[in-house]
């Protein structure tokens, strides 16, 4: 069965960090691009980041450039998301997710991802 993993979510104050991961079973993360997107409660799900297949193309979406970092691990097959600075905006549940038929560049568009992980809660609060 093909699915994905999401960990690293918590509480954090603002102003702090967390690292998200997120990894592939059944399958070679490695080999796809990858998006995270998340969801606070009572609004729309939002892209966050993504990242090429290569690597060599990211995208972050304005309210999180300079504080978020998408990257790849390709030794450990996952694909990390960096998130400094923290707001209380940033609190909702994030999700990684895959296409295996997109194979240039990337896009936060959630339409365009047909495999999901189930989630991270992500808290930031004083």
């Known amino acids: 069965q093909v699915q994905l993993v999401e960990s690293g979510g918590g509480f954090v104050q603002p102003g702090g960090s967390l690292r998200l991961s997120c990894s592939g079973a059944?399958?070679?993360?490695?080999?796809?691009?990858v998006g995270w997107f998340r969801q606070a409660p009572g609004k729309q799900r939002e892209g966050v980041a993504c990242?090429?297949?290569?690597?060599?193309?990211?995208h972050h979406t304005d309210s999180v450039k300079g504080r978020f970092t998408i990257s790849r691990d390709n030794a450990e097959d996952t694909v990390q998301l960096q998130m400094n600075n923290l707001k209380p905006e940033d609190t909702a549940v994030y999700f990684c997710a895959t296409n295996r038929n997109y194979l240039v560049g990337c896009t936060t568009l959630d339409v365009m991802y047909d495999i999901w992980g189930q989630g991270t809660q992500v808290t930031v609060s004083s």
């Open positions: 990242i090429s297949i290569n690597g060599n193309s990211t």
């Open positions: 059944g399958f070679t993360l490695n080999h796809f691009v």
